[in-house]
Structures are given as C-alpha cells and as structure tokens.
C-alpha cells in the first residue's frame, strides 16, 4: 500500500520557505503523513493539525518575537492550538547517544516541539523521561529516516538549509556517517527533494525575525515549489 509523506528540515525562520512550498502542493499533494525536524516540526504539528497554508502563512506572519531565543512560549501556543488529524512525525536528537529519536502522534507533547527546536547554546535541551534532547536537525537536517521507518513509499522532503556552502556541509557530512544518520533508500520509495535555488540567507538571519524577509522567503518556497510540483504530477 502506497503512503505519501511530507518531510521539512530544520533551519530557523527559513522555514518560512517550507510554507510556501505548502501552499504551493497543498491542493494536489495529500500526505498521509508528515515529519519534521526543528522548525519543520512546528510546521508539521501545524499542517497535520489542519491548518490551511493560507492560515500557516499568517501565522507566520504575526510572530509575536525577535528572535528564537524567544521561542519557549510561541512553541506551547502552536502545540496547544493544533491536535493532529493525521499521522505526524517530530524527529529529536537524544545527545548523550548522538542518536535521532523520532515521536508520533500521541507520544508527542509540547515539550517534544520545544526539544526538536533546542538548538544548541540558543534555547534550553528539554529532559523527557530521564533522556535529554536537542534539536532534532542536529545529525540530519532532513529526517527522511524518519518518513522510510515509518513506511513511507513516497516523499515530498523540503530542505531549507540547501545548498549550503562546502565548508557547512563538510560537517554534517562526518557527523552523519559517524553516528550513521545517512538514511538508505529502500527500493520503491520516491523521493521528491525540494530545495532554494540558491542559499536563503546568513545564519544571523535564520536566527532573527523579521517580517519582510518572511514574506520573501514563503514567496520564493512558492515559487519553487510550483516550478517542480505542477497539479497532475501526484
């Protein structure tokens, strides 16, 4: 049986782009599940709990802080606002076993989202039954992993932090093969990757809100997204 699922990345408030690549595919791409890491996993616990692109992008729009060090309580707002009419996916990084970790549906409270977006030395790990975690794009931006393990056949997955200069990616690279976070593609599994044309914006903008270069970046997720998922390709 064929399951479609819907991946987004970590990356900040570049996740903006996520949202307009949603509204872009929302009304020809159905997921039967959606996974994400950090930001993607706010976004995910978002889409999954029913909200409309249209809705997400005003969300979006009336953040109500300046940067993410600011985040604790807006996190809480978008898990208490939202419950889950689908299968939803939050990946967390345990970082005493520098492994992944991956929650679902009922397992995941807002401690969990307020985890998966820990990024280190910015916002506080979360202690869950005894296992401290951290941002879940940590080992892997896109938790894709995730979406195979739970049987995903077909996969659209947004990654925001590509492409990235060599110097950034060199990194993650070692960090993934040496705590085996690569995920194998199984035969049969579609993978749909969807990335910016180009970087979306410094570090220092991923970091820090700021209402114009949100709008720019859910422009540009639409634009891209559009281009490479027409209606009639799902």
Not at 112 to 140: E, K, M, T
């Amino acid at each position: 049986m064929s399951k479609r699922a819907l991946v987004l990345s970590g990356g900040g408030f570049f996740g903006a782009y996520e949202v307009g690549a949603w509204s872009a595919i929302e009304s020809h791409f159905k997921p039967d599940l959606i996974v994400g890491a950090s930001i993607g996993s706010l976004n995910a616990w978002s889409i999954a709990g029913g909200a409309s692109a249209a809705e997400l992008t005003r969300n979006w729009l009336n953040l109500k802080m300046s940067s993410i060090t600011h985040a604790s309580q807006p996190i809480e707002e978008i898990y208490q606002a939202y419950s889950p009419r689908m299968d939803v996916c939050v990946v967390l990084t345990d970082i005493l076993r520098v492994r992944t970790r991956s929650f679902v549906n009922e397992q995941i409270t807002g401690r969990h989202l307020a985890a998966s977006c820990a990024v280190p030395f910015i916002l506080p790990f979360q202690r869950i039954d005894g296992v401290w975690y951290a941002d879940g794009g940590l080992l892997n931006a896109l938790p894709l992993a995730a979406a195979i393990a739970l049987g995903a056949t077909e996969i659209i997955g947004v990654n925001v932090w590509a492409p990235l200069p060599w110097w950034a990616v060199t990194p993650g690279r070692v960090a993934r093969v040496l705590t085996r976070s690569n995920p194998k593609i199984p035969k049969g599994v579609k993978i749909h990757l969807l990335t910016p044309r180009k970087f979306l914006g410094t570090f220092r903008q991923a970091a820090n809100y700021d209402r114009a270069t949100v709008e720019r970046w859910i422009a540009e997720g639409h634009a891209d997204a559009t281009k490479h998922f027409p209606p009639g390709m799902f």
